[in-house]
């Protein structure tokens, strides 16, 4: 009988980037234009799958952001701030249509940029970008049904938006979708090394006829962030990243009149227990840490398994992710693509050393992990104590820790015993339990006998140090309005 | 011959206790012809920390609480108040106010905890939402209780904002750890006996009184506080409680005592969003 585990190795099928145009450099996105940098300073952007340079960006200084905010202030005063709430919703259908219909063309570009599968990027990225906007831009003139009691809606005014580099469409997505709908206009800093979607975003942006200004893109690192986050003309920030970031922020906007929202980190429990549908479980597992390869703040990254089915889930879990392919992000046939920088696989490897050191066990499977490029292989932590660096620490990569537990309560302990609350797992049979977990998990979003789905609709936000406030649904709208103001 | 008056020691209220500041520190508090009203207890950074251990304790409980069980607790705190508001009237009197304002001010506190006692099981429903997801799950967000919350009231702020801003936050689930300045120490030590006696679990409101400068840099880089909420005008002690509470992400609200506080965004300003989602099929 053919041996369908161990017969042979997949063909490669690689997407075509043939659709695509890659620039060899990108300027910033203006008042509706193209310029470039002061003193025309540019920086490279990598394919992490080879390490080779995609493109040039412009690098922003404080006087391009600047402009930029000069720009979304005069389009707030100006023709945006007078518009009707249909006609900022038909935009913001004309930017979710344009998306569905270059979807390729962006999927391809944020897999090449950023490294995930482009499973991933066309299956899932890509279809709740377009999703995203779609439903806000139907928000835009209901808001005055949004929020109880009779209450005068208006906008915040100017927005600065500084994204990540795990999912690089999608956070610009859940960022400008909301503000817009809701009458700002915002300027967005994608990360330094995923900067080409949002560049062609900006393209949508203009094709669709969006008003100058209204939407204002700058590239740059970290002092690029910092120039929006002090601009005295802001009215509020919009952030998605690290903890360590988003207290820099809190500080930085301290006495001043400037609104925020973060979206930080985690480290998110996944709980199951003895009475749970296993096979499903190990699915549930294996997407929860090794979705995107775990680059993700709501990943299940602390396995919480109950004593009586231990040993059984992680024979199955060793079982699948033996059969996890590592490589290509571009191949179709890939579940774990390439890690975005240099920088985050050597916290990666340096964090799995120090559980080493600590005294647990490392596990990784056999096979075939690229040389070049930034890979990383699915990695299981046995034997951890809650206070390993590994259990305490966001590793942010496919690195899941595992633990056991015996009640309900000891479970529950367990998770909450972390500064974040961003998310968690839970997996029973049984209904009671389940909302006895979900309900006593401290996190903003919990996934029972599922994990990492998302939607436009869904409210998402983290509690204590993993943020403040909630992107996506009716929720999502709060941050972007002033009532009775 | 007149009778000798007993005059009262004004302590602090600590997890359903009322205890001296470890500290043993007090200050006096005069009337306008510079006769002494009372000592009041001036609490140290140290009874800050403990207040904060005794606030956390109760938190979960009462966060378990059925949201009629809270609600019928805040109507007892206005029955409460209500029997003793003659006291209260004095005592305001007694602070410098005018019979008139004294009068409407305690009537008007007492039908703050009535308007928030009948929020505590209705607020939720207003909130939540069953979200349409595009896939096959059903998916529900509701609000739930942000933790252990600070308020810090200055020299400015009356019984009434004290009980406008107390009210929301613990009919919501969290627990309360009140600063007031010894302007306000009188009426909060008096409103802490009604507290006592209203069924209020011990630690779900807590009072320190004393000098803001002592415990408000201590609530506000406190790592098991989750939240505070600010009435003053001091832009720089505004400055200073979001610059510590960054250090654990804090929610930091600062609130406008000239506005109405009624309505149910104050609860809202003290809750988070949690969102459930669960397969069909």
């Known amino acids: ?485 | 011959m007149n009778r000798l008056e007993v005059k009262k020691t004004y302590k602090l209220y600590i997890g359903g206790k009322f205890p001296r500041s470890e500290s043993g520190r007090v200050q006096t508090l005069t009337d306008k012809k510079g006769e002494v009203i009372a000592n009041v207890a001036k609490a140290s950074k140290k009874d800050l920390r403990n207040t904060v251990v005794a606030t956390r304790k109760a938190q979960l409980g009462w966060a378990a609480s059925s949201a009629y069980l809270k609600g019928q607790i805040l109507y007892r705190l206005a029955e409460m108040l209500e029997g003793r508001k003659a006291q209260f009237i004095s005592s305001l009197i007694r602070s410098g106010k005018t019979q008139k304002r004294a009068t409407a001010e305690v009537e008007k506190s007492i039908d703050t905890l009535v308007y928030f006692a009948g929020w505590s099981d209705k607020f939720q429903a207003v909130y939540s939402s069953v979200n349409p997801v595009s896939s096959p799950h059903y998916n529900f967000s509701a609000p739930v209780a942000t933790g252990v919350v600070g308020i810090v009231l200055d020299d400015s702020s009356t019984l009434l904002d004290l009980i406008s801003q107390m009210a929301p936050i613990i009919v919501g689930g969290n627990t309360a750890l009140i600063i007031v300045p010894g302007s306000l120490a009188i009426a909060a030590m008096e409103l802490a006996e009604v507290i006592h006696t209203s069924d209020v679990p011990a630690g779900v409101i807590n009072i320190l009184t004393g000098e803001l400068g002592d415990m408000v840099p201590t609530l506000a880089g406190h790592m098991d506080v989750n939240s505070i909420s600010v009435s003053t005008d001091d832009t720089e002690l505004k400055k200073t409680v979001r610059l510590l509470g960054a250090e654990n992400v804090k929610r930091v609200v600062f609130v406008d005592q000239k506005k109405s506080a009624l309505g149910p965004y104050p609860i809202l300003d003290f809750q988070e969003i949690k969102t459930t989602w669960h397969p069909v099929g």
């Not at chain 1, 590239?219 to 910092?226: L, P, W």
């Not at chain 1, 294996?286 to 990943?299: L, M």
């Not at chain 1, 602390?302 to 089915?309: K, N």
């Not at chain 1, 392919?325 to 390439?338: Q, S």
Request: contains cysteine; negative net charge.
């Open chain 1, 1 to 485: 009988m053919y041996d369908f585990i161990n017969g042979d190795e997949y063909a490669p099928a690689p997407e075509s980037t043939s659709e695509l145009n890659v620039k060899e450099q990108y300027g910033l996105f203006i008042h509706g234009e193209w310029c470039d940098a002061e003193g025309k300073k540019t920086f490279d952007t990598i394919d992490p799958s080879n390490q080779k340079v995609l493109s040039k960006v412009a690098l922003a200084s404080s006087n391009d952001v600047d402009k930029a905010v000069a720009a979304a202030r005069s389009a707030y005063n100006g023709e945006w701030g007078q518009m009707s709430g249909s006609d900022r919703g038909k935009y913001l259908y004309r930017i979710s249509r344009l998306i569905q219909e270059r979807s390729r063309e962006f999927a391809v570009l944020e897999t090449m940029d950023g490294g995930k599968p482009i499973r991933e990027s066309r299956d899932i990225d890509l279809p709740l970008v377009a999703a995203h906007f779609f439903y806000y831009a139907g928000w835009a003139d209901k808001l005055d049904y949004a929020f109880p009691g009779k209450q005068k809606v208006s906008s915040v005014g100017v927005v600065g938006q500084v994204i990540p580099w795990n999912f690089p469409l999608m956070m610009a997505a859940w960022k400008i979708a909301p503000a817009l709908a809701c009458g700002n206009t915002v300027i967005l800093k994608p990360a330094e090394t995923t900067s080409l979607t949002a560049l062609l975003l900006a393209e949508v942006i203009a094709e669709a006829g969006v008003p100058a200004g209204v939407v204002n893109i700058v590239t740059g690192a970290g002092d690029t962030g910092r120039a929006i986050v002090e601009h005295p003309d802001i009215d509020k920030i919009a952030f998605t990243g690290s903890t360590c970031v988003g207290k820099q922020i809190l500080k930085a906007v301290a006495g001043t009149e400037k609104t925020y929202t973060l979206e930080l980190g985690g480290k998110a429990a996944h709980v199951i227990m003895d009475d749970a549908a296993i096979d499903q479980a190990v699915e549930g597992i294996v997407n929860g840490i090794f979705f995107n390869q775990g680059n993700v703040c709501c990943a299940g990254s602390r396995l919480l398994v109950q004593e009586g089915v231990a040993e059984k889930v992680i024979k199955k879990l060793k079982k699948r992710m033996e059969s996890l392919i590592v490589g290509n992000p571009l191949d179709k046939n890939t579940d774990i693509g390439a890690i975005n920088s240099k920088e985050q696989l050597n916290t990666i490897k340096r964090m799995v050393k120090s559980a080493t050191k600590e005294g647990a066990e490392v596990w990784q499977p056999e096979g075939n992990v690229p040389r070049k490029g930034n890979y990383f292989p699915p990695t299981l932590i046995l034997d951890c104590a809650q206070s390993h660096t590994v259990v305490q620490q966001e590793i942010f990569g496919p690195v899941l820790t595992i633990q056991t537990f015996r009640t309900v309560n000891e479970a529950i302990e367990k998770a909450n015993n972390t500064e974040y609350g961003l998310s968690g797992g839970v997996w029973s049979d049984k209904g009671a339990k389940v909302f006895k977990l979900t309900d006593q998990i401290n996190a903003g979003i919990m996934w029972a006998n599922t994990y990492n789905a998302f939607d436009p609709a869904s409210p998402f936000g983290g509690f204590k140090e993993s943020g403040i406030g909630c992107e996506g649904g009716l929720h999502g709208l709060y941050p972007y309005v002033k009532l009775n103001g």
